[in-house]
């Protein structure tokens, strides 16, 4: 079996003296592995950072084999964003979302085509990835949960019926909730941010803040938490950045 694509690498792990075991995201093929001989070497060292997109081949006897894969680089994302923290914190926690949620060789097209769209953005425009990025990372990880099973339903308040203001999440059930419809459970229900319902509303600080608490939850309980895995180290990397971030005040509800 072999097959050639365009790919987007999400990690590189090294095996052996110089080999890497490489995770990578193609739209036709889903979330594949394979074994780059040399992966660790200095000349191929830049080639397998996560965000990179690449032009990859993967060859194998047998389908069920990890196989040997080669590329060579169309976009190198990572190598842009070295002066740019929270893009690069960014960069670092979408790719391991992917690799740690998404199941191995099942395509998801709208994923790989809306990741590389991230990618992009804010490695073409680092100084922008603070304000359009984080905002297209949320709704990222929104469309993620949708295309494994656990989505959100933010169409309509869930207990009065209305499509006006939608302000809060159940973090039980996921469905959105009007501020006049939270009552006395606000407190117990998450902040429903302006970038979800308007993409053009890049939001604040705040927003992002409560954005990734949002997303978080249900990536914590059902993408990860089924699977009996923890949220990766880079995506709790990437909340204690934007924490720390001037004009945070803290987020509400829950």
């Known amino acids: 079996m072999e097959w050639?694509?365009?790919a987007l690498v999400l990690s590189a792990a090294p095996y052996g003296e110089s080999s890497a075991i490489i995770h990578l995201l193609t739209e036709e093929h889903g979330l594949f592995h394979g074994l780059a001989r040399g992966g660790t070497a200095r000349a191929n060292r830049a080639l397998w950072q996560p965000g990179n997109l690449v032009s990859a081949a993967w060859r194998g006897r047998l389908a069920d084999q990890l196989g040997a894969l080669s590329a060579e680089l169309v976009h190198g994302s990572a190598a842009r964003l070295l002066s740019a923290p929270l893009a690069l914190a960014m960069l670092a926690s979408a790719c391991a979302v992917a690799d740690g949620s998404l199941p191995e060789r099942e395509p998801h097209p709208r994923i790989f085509h809306l990741l590389t769209r991230f990618l992009s953005l804010i490695s073409l425009d680092p100084d922008m990835a603070s304000w359009g990025g984080m905002a297209a990372l949320l709704r990222w990880e929104a469309c993620l949960l949708t295309d494994l099973g656990y989505g959100m339903d933010l169409s309509v308040c869930a207990v009065t019926g209305q499509a006006d203001g939608l302000a809060w999440v159940s973090p039980r059930t996921g469905r959105a909730v009007c501020d006049a419809?939270?009552?006395i459970w606000k407190a117990r229900l998450l902040r429903l941010p302006p970038p979800f319902l308007?993409?053009?509303?890049?939001?604040?600080?705040?927003?992002?803040?409560d954005g990734l608490r949002l997303t978080g939850h249900f990536l914590a309980r059902d993408a990860f938490g089924q699977r009996h895995r923890p949220l990766p180290p880079a995506r709790l990397r990437l909340v204690d950045l934007v924490d720390a971030m001037p004009g945070c005040e803290g987020a509400s509800g829950g």
């Open 4 to 6: 050639e694509a365009p």
């Open 181 to 183: 419809g939270a009552g």
């Open 198 to 209: 308007d993409e053009s509303n890049p939001g604040t600080v705040r927003d992002w803040q």
